[in-house]
């Protein structure tokens, strides 16, 4: 189930909403949340609800273990973690991908490596560690949390009426995200990349390109925003996954801004325990390829996953050995690098193989001989519409909403304009989703 499908917006949340309210004390909100939760995956992905549940229960069990033993802990720690990654591992090669089982898979990893470190970041709770795991507002995309994190909000919390109106609002503000920007840059992104390879030239490469940045950017974001959206309205506080990456001054930069979560994620699994950059510059140089290269195969095993991770493995490497990174703090070239760097890089994301994605770069800077073909795409893909939102993407890209809300949000009408403006918003996208074919979320296949 999708958060932008009818069946999640018009039956699942606001019947699940209602139970949540009728009922009056915390662990029956609790069990309903765990219910809704496992019906959540169940529509989306019935086949594999037992690998889910199977997870929360090998990982409560090593937990236990952890918990109890004295001697032996590593051993448990190491197993449990061997496990995980076999069972990723095995999924990824066999193209067969459960739904968010990288998502739940990593976040439990997390459990059982906090719990090693400190045994008061575990429980003897079962139904708070399948809570944890299986919580439907972060389980299919994040954002990823530790169990620490999570563990106040299963034993206290309140929802305000302020609370809700701020979680309808951010929930509002993703689907818009998903369902106007993200799917009209989604429809210039496919009849570029659906060109064949001798048809591309400089218009249709540079126009897939920075389409497709946006439309990832919008994509990811706007599910991200749901999500956030979505824990206010239980009550929870989830954190913030995005913050403005293609503002970023450099490719360090860059990934302290895009998909946070997963980046805290591996410095905190990964790169901490390789050494970090606690053993000199070329133990840092080469502790982070290995966490880009795992980066990029944690998305998938295809060459263009693991050759994306490389490429800002190796910008990140280089910006470490020159100090490139912090020469490039607040200078307007900083910001058009680390764009270009991403913006390239997600060629090679989106590109079905390697060929395509050297062709779509080589016609970036080459592609000179205009097509016929190329003509056509800018002719039939680039509506009044869809440009107008394109461009709305491109703005939106930057810091506006911050700096409106600095400017204005002291203001005694700002809120009741927000809540109208955000009505008129979901109305808006009402529309758009009676009236458009449904896209799943790209990182929902992750």
């Not at 193209?95 to 059982?112: E, R, W």
């Not at 994509?219 to 999500?227: I, T, V």
């Not at 998305?299 to 800002?312: R, S």
Request: charged share 15%; glycine share 8%.
């Amino acid at each position: 189930m999708e958060y932008n499908s009818a069946a999640f917006l018009f039956a699942f949340l606001p019947l699940t909403l209602l139970g949540y309210h009728l009922i009056p004390w915390r662990r029956g909100k609790n069990a309903l949340l765990i219910l809704a939760s496992l019906l959540f995956y169940a529509f989306g992905d019935l086949r594999h609800l037992p690998l889910l549940v199977s997870s929360a229960v090998f990982h409560y069990l090593m937990g236990l273990l952890l918990l109890k033993l004295e001697r032996g802990r590593k051993a448990v720690l190491a197993a449990a973690v061997a496990a995980d990654v076999a069972v990723l591992l095995a999924y990824k090669l066999a193209g067969i991908l459960p739904l968010g089982v990288s998502f739940f898979t990593f976040q439990a990893i997390s459990y059982v490596v906090d719990l090693y470190r400190d045994r008061e970041n575990g429980s003897r709770n079962f139904l708070e560690v399948l809570q944890y795991l299986t919580f439907f507002p972060q389980l299919v995309s994040g954002p990823l949390m530790k169990f620490f994190q999570v563990r106040p909000f299963l034993r206290e919390r309140r929802v305000t009426a302020g609370e809700t109106a701020d979680g309808l609002r951010r929930f509002t503000m993703g689907l818009a995200k998903k369902l106007l920007l993200s799917a009209a840059a989604a429809e210039v992104v496919n009849a570029v990349f659906a060109l064949p390879l001798a048809d591309l030239d400089i218009r249709t490469a540079w126009l897939g390109a920075v389409c497709y940045a946006l439309q990832l950017f919008f994509d990811f974001s706007g599910y991200s925003d749901m999500a956030i959206g979505l824990g206010h309205l239980f009550g929870y506080t989830l954190p913030e996954n995005f913050r403005y990456p293609y503002c970023a001054s450099s490719v360090t930069d860059f990934w302290r801004r895009w998909h946070i979560s997963l980046s805290l994620w591996f410095r905190d699994y990964l790169y901490i325990p390789l050494g970090g950059n606690r053993k000199g510059k070329h133990r840092t140089i080469c502790n982070k390829l290995i966490v880009f290269l795992a980066t990029g195969l944690w998305h998938g095993t295809a060459v263009t996953f693991v050759l994306w991770g490389l490429w800002h493995g190796l910008w990140s490497a280089l910006e470490t050995a020159t100090g490139l990174s912090k020469k490039l703090e607040k200078r307007w070239y900083g910001h058009v690098y680390a764009v270009l760097a991403a913006v390239l890089g997600f060629v090679i994301f989106r590109a079905s193989s390697v060929a395509q994605a050297g062709a779509v770069l080589a016609n970036l800077f080459t592609g000179f001989s205009l097509t016929a073909a190329g003509t056509a795409v800018l002719t039939h893909s680039l509506g009044s519409r869809t440009l107008f939102l394109i461009l709305l993407g491109c703005v939106l890209c930057l810091p506006v909403g911050p700096k409106l809300r600095a400017l204005l949000g002291q203001r005694k009408a700002y809120r009741p304009v927000t809540l109208v403006l955000t009505l008129a918003l979901l109305v808006l996208c009402m529309v758009t989703l009676a009236s458009g074919s449904f896209q799943p979320f790209i990182y929902a296949q992750f």
